[in-house]
């Protein structure tokens, strides 16, 4: 009787097991299955188990839960649902301005550029059409002065060093020196802006013999030519041809 009495015993509990643990199938999105424990029906939906995005800056890691089941003697079967801890990584995506290339190399050269193939049509008009109306009115036009010396203002301020004051007066009596100066141009900016200051200075020393040439009626395209590389030379030439015309 007593071995009956435990068979039977293990025998409901086996059929009590079976019935508190349903068959767990694969999670998907929507509901599962019911459990019924002490007359209380819970219905569990499953979320995705993990999930990775971007959204406006925001990488989300590890979304989801985890089910867990549990028996006991006393309570029975239960389920225990434990939210996974949600990440947040915050993405900092300013916008930032990268103003380097407004004082890098390549600008620079453009500026370098830009000045040396803007003087070349008025040189081109003063010595191929010396008396056209169009030259005498771009000779007479401040435009190119303007424009050369917003470009020289530019790259000064691009090449002031801290040290440039010192540099340009090193002697004791304030005054440059070779070494100094040397020094200072060893900056490819400062080189670009004293071949601007140059392209102002020998297209002004240009107009100048050009329009003195016209009026006295001497000839200036040698003259003029000689200035845009060789400025001094060129006003040289100016003086000796108006002296060679006035003596002859």
């Given at each position: 009787m007593v071995v009956a009495g435990i068979f039977i015993f293990a025998h409901s509990m086996a059929i009590s097991s079976c019935l508190c643990h349903p068959l767990v199938l694969p999670l998907k999105d929507k509901p599962i299955g019911t459990w019924g424990n002490v007359g209380v029906d819970q219905r569990l939906t499953s979320a995705p188990r993990s999930m990775n995005a971007?959204?406006?800056?925001?990488?989300?890691?590890?979304?989801?839960?985890?089910?867990?089941?549990?028996?006991?003697?006393l309570g029975g079967s239960r389920v225990i649902i434990r939210p996974q801890v949600t990440?947040?990584?915050?993405?900092?995506?300013?916008?930032?301005?990268?103003?380097?290339?407004?004082?890098?190399?390549?600008?620079?050269?453009?500026?370098?550029?830009?000045g040396t193939a803007g003087v070349l049509p008025f040189y081109t008009l003063m010595v191929f059409a010396p008396k056209?109306?169009?030259?005498?009115?771009?000779?007479?036009?401040?435009?190119?002065?303007?424009?050369?010396?917003v470009l020289y203002a530019y790259l000064l301020y691009l090449s002031w060093t801290p040290d440039t004051l010192r540099l340009m007066f090193a002697s004791k009596y304030w005054?440059?020196?070779?070494?100094?100066?040397?020094?200072?141009?060893?900056?490819?900016?400062?080189?670009?802006?004293?071949?601007?200051?140059?392209?102002?200075?020998?297209?002004?020393?240009?107009?100048?013999?050009?329009?003195?040439?016209?009026?006295?009626?001497?000839?200036?395209?040698?003259?003029?030519?000689?200035?845009?590389?060789?400025?001094?030379?060129?006003?040289?030439?100016?003086?000796?041809?108006?002296?060679?015309?006035?003596?002859?």
């Open positions: 971007e959204t406006f800056g925001r990488q989300i890691t590890g979304v989801g839960t985890d089910l867990q089941s549990e028996w006991s003697f990440k947040f990584i915050r993405h900092q995506k300013g916008f930032h301005i990268h103003a380097s290339w407004l004082s890098g190399p390549q600008l620079v050269s453009t500026v370098f550029t830009l056209a109306e169009l030259t005498k009115k771009s000779m007479e036009s401040s435009i190119p002065y303007v424009v050369l010396g005054l440059p020196e070779l070494p100094g100066i040397a020094k200072m141009f060893s900056s490819e900016i400062t080189l670009a802006s004293a071949w601007i200051h140059l392209l102002a200075v020998d297209l002004f020393a240009a107009r100048h013999v050009f329009q003195d040439g016209l009026q006295n009626q001497i000839e200036t395209r040698h003259s003029v030519s000689l200035c845009l590389l060789f400025c001094p030379i060129g006003i040289l030439t100016h003086v000796i041809t108006k002296a060679l015309t006035k003596s002859s």
